[in-house]
């Protein structure tokens, strides 16, 4: 199956202009940014389709029992309707596809990366009113319910299993090597969720030279975000010189530059002798 391709320029400026907004509201929506990232990648995905998206995720809320009980019955009531009923669920096969990383995508295909199915047990536990966000641990993210006193974790990607202290543990030694700390169950932002979201696209992307676009696009997206590396900008940089756009990168890399030359300027001057190399591309 053909991975998908982004929408037509016209299309695609009007969904960056709105993914900047809810990005930058007061409480920007998880779902909604995460469906604009769909439209981008998927030039099939229309309004009507992302409508359609959040229905499915407020149908599937409308199915969890009314306020079962604290934060574990939360848990196990979301482990038997989205895993075991619905079947939402993850293999390693999954991170060979990009649809994997889009919502929409997932929610009809009940398969994804770990964090986009914590997306869709995150979308459909808070629209339940459960105390539902997500925990980026290193390597591996999962949801977490209630609060740190009494803090359940679910892995979204085995089906919702309930994780034990000593089950998170092991996923954080098995991702790093070193222990769990308590610093690392601490709620994700959504925007860093978004950005984890769009990394995992990059990565996709950089591992598929003939894809440069959809790694240009993410880094784009990515750039939207109020809070980014700085370092995005010589990524961009150099898929605009990979897509031959030197002028573009040239660009990009003396506003790099610019930001680098601030705490090292001897770095920022390599950068802009690969500013003056794109250029020399140009004759």
């Not at 053909?2 to 993914?19: N, T």
């Not at 199915?63 to 009923?85: I, K, M, T």
């Not at 605009?240 to 790099?256: I, K, M, Q, T």
């Amino acid at each position: 199956m053909r991975p998908p391709f982004p929408p037509p320029p016209e299309r695609s400026a009007e969904l960056r202009r709105r993914f900047a907004e809810e990005a930058r509201a007061e409480r920007p929506d998880l779902s909604t940014l995460c469906l604009l990232v769909s439209a981008q990648a998927d030039g099939t995905l229309d309004e009507a389709g992302i409508d359609a998206a959040q229905v499915e995720l407020d149908r599937l809320a409308g199915l969890l029992p009314f306020r079962p009980g604290g934060a574990r019955a939360w848990a196990v009531a979301l482990r038997e309707l989205l895993g075991e009923q619905c079947g939402f669920r993850g293999s390693a096969a999954d991170y060979q596809r990009l649809e994997s990383s889009l919502l929409h995508a997932v929610l009809v295909r009940r398969r994804g990366l770990p964090i986009l199915l914590s997306v869709v047990w995150m979308e459909v536990a808070r629209r339940a009113g459960a105390p539902v966000y997500g925990v980026a641990l290193p390597g591996h993210f999962v949801v977490g319910l209630g609060e740190a006193d009494e803090q359940v974790l679910a892995d979204p990607f085995d089906g919702g299993r309930v994780l034990s202290g000593k089950d998170a543990e092991l996923l954080v030694v098995g991702a790093t090597g070193a222990p769990l700390d308590a610093s690392m169950l601490v709620p994700a932002d959504p925007l860093d969720v978004v950005l984890r979201i769009l990394n995992n696209i990059r990565a996709w992307a950089a591992a598929r030279v003939e894809r440069s676009d959809v790694g240009l696009w993410a880094v784009e997206l990515s750039l939207l975000l109020p809070s980014h590396p700085a370092r995005l900008r010589y990524e961009r940089a150099q898929l605009l010189v990979r897509r031959g756009d030197f002028l573009g990168a040239a660009e990009e890399l003396d506003a790099y530059a610019e930001v680098v030359g601030a705490v090292d300027e001897g770095a920022a001057e390599r950068v802009r002798g690969e500013a003056r190399a794109a250029r020399a591309l140009l004759n």
